[in-house]
């Protein structure tokens, strides 16, 4: 005999009143609640970082991420497959003039999401569902230069490390250091201007911090341009430490050390160059001193499209042949506007001496 209508009915309406009917019929439609979506605020800081190194999401789990700019550079956060973060970053230094069309996004098909480049003071919501593989998930800004030092984890159904060693975290973070130290009255807004000790340099040496993480050091004793990097900017509590004997701490990766000794010559007799001091153009120091009763002018400027530098010189009144030692070049992009290079020398008519420019680059 089959069960009444009117039976069924009413442990029907009973499961209804109990709020017992969807826990019922759930599992059989194979709908089992979700959990709740994460919800993580990341701020773009000062010193190329992150607030928020890392966080953990269950697979296929919705994310809500908002991305906010405070620093007063450029970025944006892009999502990577597992392990491919530097090749990623990498992909993107040599996007070159299409890299603004693109947001700095490489065609790269380690790329999941990411965020447009977004100005100074602006913000940006990324919403997407964590991947069902576990696995560790790098996000990192991918503007000209800032990968290598500005990044961070999603952790999907895996568990997280103890920060102080976790490889997928800045090491500034796995050191617990929520930032750079302030070392600067000024903060980290850019160009900034350190006369210091400096390794490789002489006593009279200066450390410039230009746009984009792009930093140099300048021998003013020399008068030319000792070497080059990107990221941070300079560690001063190492003279500070030893009232003045020991050296500032570069804070990055260098890409180009001058490896030949000497400042700029102009006409055939080696000559003593005399420093004269500098001026601001468009904020940034254009360095005066003369060589062979000749005043020479030198103005150093970062790129955009990658991570490099341009040099510009001026020497108004020349009338004699110049040269410039500038290698190495074999591991850089290198490129001048006049004279002829070779074996790390530019040589220079008289004409064109008086205003060229060289450009050194990351990427070759």
């Excluded at 490390?161 to 617990?176: F, I, K, M, N, S």
């Excluded at 360095?287 to 790129?303: A, G, K, Q, S, W």
């Excluded at 490099?308 to 290198?334: A, D, E, K, M, Y």
Aim: with cysteine.
């Amino acid at each position: 005999m089959g069960v009444p209508v009117f039976k069924i009915r009413f442990v029907i309406g009973l499961f209804v009143q109990l709020g017992l009917f969807g826990l019922v019929i759930a599992p059989a439609l194979g709908q089992e609640p979700k959990d709740d979506r994460v919800e993580v605020d990341i701020a773009a800081r000062a010193g190329l970082r992150y607030d928020v190194v890392r966080f953990a999401a269950k697979p296929g789990q919705a994310i809500r991420l908002k991305l906010i700019n405070g620093d007063d550079m450029a970025h944006n956060l892009v999502f990577t497959k597992p392990g491919q973060r530097q090749a990623v970053a990498t992909a993107a230094l040599v996007l070159g003039v299409d890299g603004e069309a693109k947001n700095w996004v490489p065609d790269h098909d380690a790329v999941l999401w990411s965020t447009p480049v977004l100005p100074p003071g602006e913000q940006h919501v990324l919403q997407f569902t964590a991947p069902v593989e576990p696995g560790i998930y790098p996000y990192v800004c991918t503007y000209p230069g800032h990968g290598f030092l500005m990044y961070g984890a999603m952790y999907v159904g895996v568990s997280m490390p103890e920060l102080a060693t976790d490889q997928h975290v800045p090491e500034l973070a796995r050191q617990g250091k929520a930032a750079q130290k302030q070392f600067h009255a000024w903060g980290h807004k850019r160009p900034l201007m350190y006369r210091i000790f400096m390794p490789d340099a002489s006593p009279a040496a200066i450390a410039v911090g230009l746009k984009h993480g792009q930093n140099y050091c300048w021998d003013a004793g020399q008068c030319r341009l000792r070497y080059v990097w990107y990221g941070g900017f300079v560690d001063p509590s190492p003279v500070w430490r030893s009232n003045g004997n020991g050296l500032a701490g570069v804070l990055g990766t260098k890409y180009w050390e001058s490896e030949m000794p000497g400042t700029i010559r102009v006409g055939g007799a080696d000559s003593e160059p005399e420093f004269l001091g500098y001026k601001k153009v468009d904020g940034q120091p254009e360095f005066h001193f003369r060589v062979n009763d000749t005043d020479v002018y030198e103005l150093i400027t970062p790129l955009h499209s990658i991570i490099g530098i341009q040099r510009s010189f001026r020497i108004p009144n020349n009338t004699q042949p110049v040269s410039l030692p500038v290698g190495p070049t074999s591991r850089v992009t290198f490129e001048h506007s006049a004279g002829k290079l070779e074996n790390g020398l530019l040589t220079l008519s008289a004409e064109e001496a008086r205003a060229f420019t060289v450009f050194i680059g990351l990427i070759k």
